[in-house]
Structures are given as structure tokens and as C-alpha cells.
């Protein structure tokens, strides 16, 4: 099942959020009340809000007569999402479950379907949970869940495949429906509407009719090639509103989404994310816990560097007590070799021509990582600078332009190998000294560097340094970009989703947020708050040129 189920209803969304902060036990309890539950709603009946809270807190409200009422078809859904939501946050052990508990591929192997047939029959109110395995969490059913799959499910889905006229009904209406014309897609919906199959199911009894020659063979819209897509995400990165790239395409604008959010995709698995997990990562409270200190999750740097050479070496000059170890340096690589390791996990389970939200989850993920690495690069950069002045004999400010640029980057990229070095030497993981570190990486660059030499000197002019410079201490920067160029101008904005894309980016030095987080924050709808994030964007871009 998607690791992320979707909620339907208001009120489920809001019992979700005023219960984030309940503990492991508690969650426990109420994701084992929802798979339960989920089972027992009746789809055509009603219930009330407070039932549902009830059901799930074991609580019942101050103003339990006065809630409105739900669609049991709805509130069954929801219980289900629920209960995969809530078991994800604290795992449930085998014993807990009635009747044991199985995976999701070993459920669909004693019922003899897929594991995407168990998919949709959470419509019909199936609870899948996350349990822990001796391989990790896993999806799993409980033995109830699948008794109850194999006497309501099973037998109705084999009934209807016994039905002799079901085929010979969905044949006719294929017939029907090509002969009024239309793509493949299209008739196969309208089949599915006609016969109350899925879509799926009609699109593969359409083409089975094509091939027996009993309709024509209709026409296939053209999938948007590689090209095309790299040019959309360019276009979507830039602020491009999903309109103008729907109309460019050719296509609607779900489909051109898609299309982007497969790009995104792409791009994400050409990303080298080597970190290798520490055992504290397969704890289910690791999340919580390593992401939980402010140095972590507040204090981020978001300020570009300076553009001038001479500015950039007073920011970063040495200081006293700069290369004694803190506590802080400790925490936060910690906590970027951890975003870094769940990002890669998270890539790896991006399947389909659709990655849908998750794709999201990962670049939050990553910016947030690139937050931490930037902080940590310039714990590192007085110690890189600090030698480079020790190799120089002297001020560093007196250097031609070219070689003040050269031993500026050499300097940036020695931050870097300090960073990756901590990260990956537990030993010095443990009282990290990065500005030690950079300055030893400089003097393996550049020592006996002819360019360095005291007696190299140009004439005093301003040096810029490029743009770049910042985003290249980040290999991820390519595909995941920061843009803080537009921090401050975010931040002074009235435009209405200013906020929104502030928190959504982590402009306000604290970690960035998904789009279902700033949503929730706002007290808005996903996609109201996504467009209006998208129009504050594209406005800040426009003023910045």
C-alpha cells in the first residue's frame, strides 16, 4: 500500500493533527481501533463526527450531539488511511494484531490476488497496517483482516468472474463506445462508467477487442517524450505557470503534472546520496529524535555569501575558539547523515509513471540536508581561509584576481571534504573539528602552490567571486535548488502566499516544510495553498528578474 494514504475527510484530517503529538503507546492503541473499525462501518449508512472520534480516541466528546454526519463509505476509507497513518508513526507488533499478523505480498498469496487488488479493496474499508518484521517495518494484514477478505471480498470478485454475461455485457458496451469514437483512454472510461468496472480493467478489454478485430483499432495519444518533459520542469522550476505548460504541450494540465513530477523523479535517482546508516537509524523513534534539537531544525543559514572576495574573507574569518567542537556540529551531522539516508530509501521506493506527492517528501528532505550541510561548511570555512593566510605568509586580499578566486574555492571545496569526512568517520563524528580538518585539506591542495607564494601580487581591485559558489558546496543544489537569492524579498512580500513559499522553502532559517504541512499551518486546502505558493513564486521571480 502507498506508504502515505490519502485522508477524504475534514474531520479525519483534523483528529490526525490534534493528535501529533500523542505518544508511541497511545498511537499503538488507536491505529489497532481503526484497523478494527474500518472493517465494521457500513458504506451506505451515516455516522456522526463525534462516532468517529470516539471510535478512534476512545473519547467521546463534549458536543457529541450536536456533530454532523458522514457517508460510511467515506468514514471506512478514512479509518483505513488511519490506521496505515498512525501504524507508520509507531509500528505494531505481531502479537498485537488479532489472529497474528502477515505481510502485504504473503496476504495476497493465500488469497490468490495482487498485492494492487488489496489496494483498492481498501474502498471497501481493508486496513492495512506497518508491523515489525525481522527485516524492518512491512505493510501487513492481520489475520482477521484477511479471514474477512477471503468471505466478503474474495467470494464476490470470483462470483462475478463466474457471471458468463458480465463479459459478454462489457463486450457490447466496448462496441458501443468505439463506434461513437474517441482514444483509447477515453472510451475506456466510458466503459468503466457504463459497467462499473475499472478503468484498468476496460482499457484491457478494449485492446483485447482491437486485437480480435471486433472494433478498430483507435487512436493513442503520444506519450510526452524525455525531452519534453526536461523542458516543462525547467519551465515549472522557473515559475512557468501549469497552464502555459499544458498549452505548450498539448495536454491537460494533470497530465503535464505528471509529466513533471516524473522529471522530478528522474532527477532525483541520478542523485549519489552514499551515507551509510548508523544503528540508532533503524529505531521507529530515530525520526523524532534525531530531527528533534533546535540547532537542528532552527538557526539554518540562509543569507547568500558575500559577492565580493574581500567581503566573503571578513565573514568567514577566523575567530576565537573556532575549531573547538561543539555539541551543535555533533547533533547536526547526525541528523544530515540521517536526511540523507532516508532521502536515498525514499527514492528508491519512487515506482509508476506517477510518484505522486512523495516526490515532494524527498525534496523537502534534501533541502532540508542542504541546510545543514551549509551550516556545517561554514563552521568549516575559517579554517580553510586560516590556512590559506598561514600559506600565503600574509593577507590574502593582495592576490591577482585569478588566484584570489582560485584559493577562494580551493577554500570552499576543503570545507566540503571536512563536512564528508566527519560524516563518514564515526571517530571523528564523535568531537567533530571541521575548521581542523578544512585547513588540513588545504594544505594537501595547495602546499608548494607557485600562485600562493608571498611574492605573487596584483593590483588592488574589487574580486568577485561567482554566484555559484554556495551552491556547488551542495551536489544536490542541481536538482533540489535553494533559491535564497529570493529569501529576503519573500520575507518583506504582502503577496498572500509569501508565507506559505517562506515555510515551505525554510527561508525563515528553520527547517523547510511539505506542502501538507504549510497547508495544515495556513488552515488551508492542499491545493489552494499550492497555488497560491506557485503565484507568490512566480511574483518574487518577476521582481527579481
Do not use: Y
Request: glycine share 6%; net charge positive.
Amino acid at each position: 500500500m502507498p506508504p502515505r494514504a490519502r485522508l477524504r475527510l475534514a474531520a479525519s484530517a483534523a483528529l490526525e493533527r490534534q493528535l501529533e503529538f500523542a505518544g508511541e503507546d497511545a498511537i499503538r492503541r488507536m491505529a489497532m481501533r481503526c484497523e478494527r473499525a474500518a472493517r465494521q462501518v457500513a458504506r451506505d449508512a451515516m455516522c456522526s463526527e463525534a462516532w468517529l472520534m470516539e471510535t478512534v480516541t476512545g473519547v467521546r466528546g463534549r458536543d457529541a450531539d450536536r456533530s454532523s454526519s458522514l457517508v460510511g463509505a467515506a468514514v471506512a476509507m478514512d479509518l483505513a488511511a488511519l490506521a496505515l497513518r498512525f501504524s507508520s508513526r509507531a509500528p505494531l507488533q505481531t502479537s498485537d494484531l488479532p489472529g497474528g499478523a502477515v505481510t502485504l505480498v504473503e496476504a495476497a498469496r493465500q488469497l490468490g490476488v495482487t498485492p494492487r487488488s488489496l489496494q483498492r479493496w481498501r474502498r471497501q474499508g481493508l486496513a492495512c497496517v506497518r508491523v515489525h518484521t525481522p527485516r524492518g517495518p512491512r505493510s501487513g494484514l492481520s489475520g482477521e483482516a484477511v479471514a474477512w477478505c477471503r468471505e466478503r471480498l474474495l467470494n464476490h470478485v470470483k462470483a462475478r468472474k463466474r457471471d458468463p454475461s458480465r463479459g459478454e455485457r462489457l463486450a457490447q458496451e466496448v462496441a458501443r463506445e468505439a463506434t461513437a469514437g474517441g482514444s483509447l483512454h477515453a472510451v475506456a472510461r466510458r466503459v468503466a462508467a457504463a459497467t462499473g468496472v475499472s478503468v484498468a480493467t476496460a482499457r484491457r478489454a478494449v485492446a483485447s477487442a482491437e486485437r480480435k478485430g471486433s472494433v478498430a483499432r483507435l487512436e493513442r495519444r503520444a506519450s510526452i517524450g524525455a525531452a519534453r518533459r526536461a523542458l516543462a520542469w525547467r519551465a515549472w522550476r522557473r515559475g512557468a505557470p501549469l497552464e502555459t505548460l499544458a498549452t505548450e504541450l498539448g495536454r491537460d494540465t494533470a497530465t503535464t503534472m505528471r509529466a513533471v513530477r516524473r522529471e522530478r523523479r528522474d532527477r532525483l535517482r541520478t542523485l549519489r546520496l552514499d551515507s551509510k546508516p548508523l544503528p540508532t537509524f533503524a529505531r521507529a523513534d530515530a525520526e523524532a529524535t534525531l530531527l528533534a534539537p533546535r540547532c537542528v531544525r532552527a538557526d539554518l543559514p540562509v543569507e547568500p555569501w558575500p559577492a565580493m572576495a574581500e567581503a566573503f574573507l571578513h565573514a568567514f574569518r577566523e575567530r576565537p575558539g573556532h575549531d573547538r567542537p561543539q555539541a551543535t556540529d555533533v547533533q547536526r551531522l547526525v541528523a544530515l547523515r540521517f536526511l540523507l539516508w532516508k532521502s536515498a530509501a525514499e527514492i528508491r521506493t519512487l515506482h509508476g509513471s506517477d510518484p505522486g506527492a512523495a516526490v515532494d517528501r524527498v525534496e523537502t528532505l534534501l533541502r532540508w540536508a542542504a541546510r545543514l550541510r551549509l551550516a556545517l561548511v561554514e563552521r568549516a570555512l575559517p579554517g580553510a581561509i586560516g590556512r590559506l593566510r598561514a600559506l600565503r605568509g600574509g593577507r590574502l586580499e593582495g592576490l591577482p584576481p585569478a588566484s584570489m578566486r582560485r584559493a577562494i574555492s580551493a577554500a570552499a571545496l576543503s570545507a566540503c571534504r571536512a563536512v564528508d569526512h566527519a560524516m563518514e568517520n564515526e571517530m571523528a563524528m564523535e568531537r567533530p573539528r571541521l575548521a581542523r580538518l578544512a585547513a588540513m585539506e588545504v594544505e594537501r591542495l595547495l602546499a608548494g602552490a607557485a600562485w600562493l607564494r608571498p611574492g605573487t601580487a596584483g593590483r588592488e581591485a574589487a574580486v568577485e567571486i561567482p554566484d555559484s559558489l554556495r551552491d556547488r558546496c551542495v551536489p544536490w543544489c542541481g536538482v533540489v535548488p535553494l533559491r535564497d537569492d529570493l529569501a529576503a524579498s519573500a520575507q518583506a512580500s504582502r503577496h498572500p502566499g509569501a508565507t506559505l513559499l517562506v515555510r515551505r522553502m525554510g527561508w525563515d532559517a528553520r527547517a523547510p516544510g511539505t506542502p501538507e504541512q504549510v497547508a495544515a499551518a495556513a488552515g488551508l486546502d492542499l491545493r489552494m495553498a499550492a497555488r497560491r505558493t506557485a503565484e507568490a513564486f512566480r511574483a518574487l521571480r518577476g521582481t527579481a528578474g
